[in-house]
């Protein structure tokens, strides 16, 4: 008996050690590093640099001294050459000297890896990013697959294994974000058959929402699902968020209460009275909603008909003798002496009283409808809806001079933000709709930093990754000062076998010398005298929407530039054709940015 204790002793001795040694054997190699090429490349002895390695060298002490969570954001330097950085431990963690260590170790290996001016490296036990970006408490979700997951096994069952697996990662995905105790991290454990079970962990940053932790746990759940639902374990990194599960316990159990999760079988899975009291409850209340919503369309239709019904009864009285008139979709009546018109009478005998079988389609400004004159002559005519119409007596006071100054004004509003504020800040959201125009044509910018923006004006660099900085602002200036000068839209834009967008259609006549034929025909007057200005307006407006944010200019170039007709313009490289297209920088140019930016320093004002 006293042989059996000690051998039973000595087995739990061993697999203690076992454990012990894995759980410190966590800092010897990185999980993955990200080192994007499509960011600048820092020099050595630069502020950059130096600021850097002093918050690489305080992130250990700071995130020790900070909390018991073992979590820091800081930042080091000021204005341009300032550096954020973040660190965190996992949080089964609980010796501050394991933690220390860690950090220590991962903030001299990212050095060592990387020069990019933003970075980030994952090790078992911890993670630390920094960027020359401020990124804290901004929820973006990019997902890392580390390659240790092709090394895992296969299941023999992947069906089932993929059933207790979702139920185990969205169990402690929802525990990590939703319960207070837990703070952003947790763990579970559940039996997948007799002698097996699977061991889950889920974890997010400290500075997001419960509702941001929860949606970056989901998106990287969906990508565990399609790299590793089959293997024996896998895991998912991101900047917010980690996912991991595998077969053995590869997390500190003593340091925190681990759930087992028992899967629901068809035992567990009967239903309840309550469950059908809810299910009974909420299909009335959908099929209430349903009627009450079509109800409502079908009096709408009733009331649109019968003003229909009304307004062609107007016309027709109105219209008893000859007329020369535009008829609107709603029934205005807009009379010319200038031009000749025919006769409501006349349309509506063509068309069939605007029949649907005459209905050739629909476009922004009303609905075309197929005609037979009399005469046989075939017409095609346009039913204008009332929001088609554009005052023609206020749009030709839009001269050559007036843009000028609105380009001039917008402008100068984004360099204030950037530049002259107390703080700085990116807008994010420039566009159309937030540049305001006062009884004086005086520019006000509005609605800073939206979520949601119009994909016409926004940087390649922000729609495909999530980065901005000050140059995004500049992309969607550019677009706004071609758009005015052409009086044309980006979105929506296509002229067949010339160009699918606006800034591919400018960047070709500019080049091929041709660069006024994309002139807005109502300025094309009010221009003669100023060719050489608007051209110069064109070869910047390309300057700025230039696919690389490194060769774009800052708004204070800008503002040089278009108070200045000596000086002489960098010429431009090819934009942003489409969102689609990955931004690459070349590595002649991204290890060093000061090449880059010297082309600028030399007109920026001091």
Request: aromatic share 8%.
């Amino acid at each position: 008996m006293d042989k059996d204790k000690i051998s039973s002793a000595m087995i739990m001795l061993i697999i203690l050690v076992l454990k012990s040694l894995n759980f410190v054997s966590g800092t010897d190699n990185p999980i993955d590093t990200y080192c994007p090429d499509n960011f600048p490349f820092y020099t050595s002895n630069t502020s950059f640099h130096k600021n850097l390695e002093l918050l690489m060298k305080t992130l250990s002490s700071n995130i020790v001294a900070s909390n018991t969570s073992f979590f820091n954001n800081t930042s080091t330097g000021e204005g341009l050459e300032k550096v954020y950085g973040q660190a965190l431990c996992r949080g089964d963690i609980t010796n501050s000297t394991v933690c220390n260590e860690c950090i220590e170790k991962a903030s001299k290996d990212l050095m060592n890896r990387c020069k990019s001016e933003d970075a980030m490296i994952w090790y078992e036990l911890c993670q630390v990013r920094y960027s020359f970006q401020m990124f804290f408490t901004n929820a973006v979700y990019t997902g890392k697959y580390p390659k240790q997951n092709d090394l895992e096994k296969r299941v023999s069952d992947p069906t089932s294994f993929q059933q207790v697996l979702n139920y185990l990662m969205n169990n402690i995905s929802n525990e990590a974000a939703f319960s207070p105790s837990k703070n952003m991290f947790a763990t579970a454990e559940i039996e997948f058959s007799v002698k097996k079970r699977i061991y889950g962990l889920a974890e997010c940053t400290k500075d997001i929402s419960e509702t941001e932790c929860r949606s970056c746990l989901s998106s990287a759940i969906t990508e565990l699902n399609q790299c590793c639902s089959y293997r024996e374990g896998g895991i998912i990194v991101s900047r917010n968020c980690n996912v991991r599960f595998d077969q053995f316990e590869f997390f500190n159990a003593s340091s925190l209460s681990a759930s087992l999760l028992i899967f629901p079988t068809s035992k567990e899975g009967k239903w309840k009275p309550w469950m059908f009291i809810l299910t009974i409850s909420g299909s009335v209340l959908t099929l209430t909603a349903f009627i009450g919503l079509c109800t409502t369309c079908l009096r709408k239709k009733k009331d649109r008909e019968r003003d229909e019904e009304k307004s062609d009864r107007t016309l027709l009285q109105e219209l008893s003798s000859s007329k020369n008139v535009v008829i609107t979709q709603e029934g205005q009546l807009v009379s010319s002496d200038e031009k000749m018109f025919m006769t409501l009478a006349t349309i509506k005998a063509a068309t069939g009283e605007f029949s649907d079988k005459n209905r050739l389609g629909q476009g922004g400004f009303g609905v075309v409808y197929k005609g037979v004159l009399p005469d046989g002559n075939e017409i095609a005519v346009k039913r204008l809806s009332k929001k088609s119409w554009q005052d023609p007596n206020k749009r030709p006071k839009l001269d050559w001079n007036t843009c000028y100054g609105i380009i001039g004004g917008i402008a100068r509003g984004l360099l204030y933000l950037h530049e002259e504020s107390r703080l700085k800040i990116i807008h994010r959201d420039l566009k159309p709709n937030n540049v305001l125009l006062d009884h004086e044509l005086i520019v006000k910018i509005s609605d800073f930093d939206a979520d949601i923006q119009n994909s016409g004006y926004m940087a390649p660099e922000y729609a495909m990754e999530g980065l901005f900085s000050v140059k995004s602002d500049v992309f969607s200036f550019g677009v706004i000062m071609l758009e005015i000068i052409s009086g044309k839209r980006n979105s929506g834009f296509y002229i067949t076998g010339l160009a699918p967008t606006l800034l591919g259609y400018a960047w070709r006549m500019w080049n091929e010398g041709k660069g006024l034929e994309i002139v807005d025909s109502i300025l094309s007057e009010s221009c003669i005298d100023s060719e050489t200005e608007v051209l110069r307006c064109i070869h910047i407006g390309l300057l700025c929407v230039q696919e690389d944010p490194q060769h774009r200019p800052t708004m204070s170039n800008v503002a040089v530039l278009l108070g200045s007709e000596s000086m002489v313009l960098p010429q431009p490289r090819q934009p942003a054709f489409s969102l689609g297209k990955m931004i690459r920088v070349d590595p002649s140019t991204s290890t060093n940015r000061s090449a880059n930016e010297s082309i600028w320093s030399s007109i920026s004002p001091r």
